[in-house]
């Protein structure tokens, strides 16, 4: 077995430079999101074409995780920058409140509906993924006021799970780490363990008259990428109904294809009532994230006399980031790279699962285009990912335990062969 160890990440191309005067390098003045804050090492990224990503010394990396779980059509597309383009210059940005409204939002709207399992849907946009499920939760807990149902107030979440960092999000996320220091989190929130149906029949049982509704990411994602207990979506979305309560998916990264469908209520035939997206919509080239509301939660709120809904992001609507939506969505689809991440999905997953050793690496945990790689004990991610830079590949290190890929669709067998072959190579070198 690998002896762990405490790894220090040795840096690359941190970009700094000299106090005037003095010899001392100044840090840099951006606060990196999700980093300790005292970091000073970083490996500078320059420029991306298709599943590649490039340092400022010129060295290329593929992206194992699609940057951060979202680029899908790959990077450098000159389609998206003159999609993105023409829309600035015709229409840079302008709101959406109450009555004014914009072609792109329109039209990015009637195209994400149609993809969606509900009929007659509508979206909400927001800036993120973040923003979207703060969306989803007020949503849920008005359409049950204004239905006269005001003691609904509840809202079920799972351990691990991550919803991101606002503080909805924080709340719901099921990873301790994210509630340290913030102070007391939103009150009417329960967690069960995520594939504990029998859990979350017991909360229904005792609180099933006020749960709003149950938040759940078809596939657990950014703890570690973990696939559901078979049933167990559709048992949630049983006791939902029985209960009156809401059903909410998190699919900020399992929509638009990662697992080989639009959606991942889709890939498992399971509906809910609202739907978070955010991430491979646009493939990151711009941000934009949002709600997919079914009729169930419309027809309370588009009925109930004199209603205002009082939600709203400055950006949500933005013109130039639906455009970039629209030709996102159009690659994605014209490519067929629904299929692809199937083919994607096999590859890398028969590659990875060749590795499992039971002594290095003792398990893949995987769906579609993405990935969980579990390490044995002894095994520091944090030393994986150093390795696999060393070799040209970008992946992510998750808790004590994992190393995550979910690269573009848009990656080449050879690319796909190349993150085997340096996962290999790496926890080699991490047992030497």
């Known amino acids: 077995m690998c002896q762990r160890t405490k790894q220090v990440w040795p840096g690359r191309g941190f970009l700094s430079a000299p106090i005037p005067g003095s010899d001392v390098m100044a840090k840099s003045?951006?606060?990196?999101?999700?980093?300790?804050?005292?970091?000073?090492?970083?490996?500078?990224?320059?420029r991306g074409e298709g599943a590649l990503v490039f340092g400022d010394d010129g060295k290329a990396y593929v992206d194992g995780?699609?940057?951060?779980?979202?680029?899908?059509?790959?990077?450098?597309?000159?389609?998206?920058?003159?999609?993105?383009?023409?829309?600035?210059?015709?229409l840079d940005a302008f709101h959406t409140f109450e009555r004014y409204t914009n072609p792109p939002v329109e039209e990015a709207a009637a195209r994400i509906a149609a993809l969606s399992p509900f009929d007659d849907p509508r979206v909400f946009f927001t800036g993120s993924g973040s923003e979207a499920v703060e969306t989803a939760i007020k949503l849920a807990r008005i359409t049950h006021s204004l239905a006269g149902d005001t003691d609904r107030k509840i809202i079920v979440?799972?351990?691990?799970?991550?919803?991101?960092?606002?503080?909805?999000?924080?709340?719901?996320?099921?990873?301790?780490?994210?509630?340290?220091?913030?102070?007391?989190?939103?009150?009417?929130?329960?967690?069960?363990?995520?594939?504990?149906?029998?859990a979350l029949e017991e909360v229904f049982a005792t609180s099933g008259d006020r749960i709003a509704a149950v938040i759940a990411e078809p596939v657990v994602g950014a703890p570690g990428v973990y696939p559901p207990?078979?049933?167990?979506?559709?048992?949630?979305?049983?006791?939902?109904?029985?209960?009156?309560?809401?059903?909410?998916?998190?699919?900020?990264?399992?929509?638009?294809?990662?697992?080989g469908t639009w959606f991942g209520a889709i890939h498992y035939g399971v509906t809910p009532d609202l739907i978070t997206f955010a991430k491979g919509v646009t493939s990151g080239y711009l941000p934009l994230g949002g709600v997919v509301v079914s009729r169930r939660v419309l027809d309370v709120l588009e009925n109930a006399p004199g209603y205002f809904l009082r939600h709203g992001h400055t950006y949500s609507g933005h013109p130039t980031v639906c455009a970039a939506a629209l030709a996102n969505l159009a690659i994605v689809e014209r490519e067929g790279l629904l299929e692809r991440a199937k083919h994607v999905g096999q590859r890398l997953g028969d590659g990875l699962s060749g590795l499992i050793d039971g002594d290095r690496i003792v398990e893949v945990r995987a769906v579609g285009a993405m990935f969980g790689v579990g390490l044995a004990d002894g095994l520091d991610p944090i030393r994986i990912r150093e390795e696999l830079i060393d070799r040209g590949v970008i992946a992510r290190p998750i808790g004590t335990s994992t190393v995550a890929f979910c690269p573009p669709l848009v990656i080449t067998d050879e690319h796909i062969d190349q993150c085997v072959s340096a996962l290999e190579e790496a926890v080699t070198a991490a047992c030497g």
């Open 29 to 46: 003045a951006f606060l990196h999101p999700t980093t300790p804050p005292a970091e000073d090492q970083f490996l500078t990224i320059v």
């Open 65 to 90: 995780m699609a940057s951060l779980w979202y680029c899908t059509i790959g990077h450098g597309r000159q389609e998206m920058a003159d999609a993105i383009s023409r829309q600035i210059t015709t």
């Open 157 to 198: 979440s799972r351990v691990p799970s991550y919803h991101g960092v606002a503080f909805a999000g924080t709340t719901l996320t099921g990873l301790p780490a994210f509630h340290e220091h913030v102070g007391p989190l939103l009150p009417d929130v329960l967690r069960v363990p995520h594939d504990d149906l029998a």
């Open 229 to 259: 207990a078979p049933g167990y979506l559709e048992g949630a979305r049983r006791l939902c109904d029985e209960h009156g309560a809401l059903l909410i998916f998190d699919e900020v990264i399992t929509g638009f294809g990662r697992l």
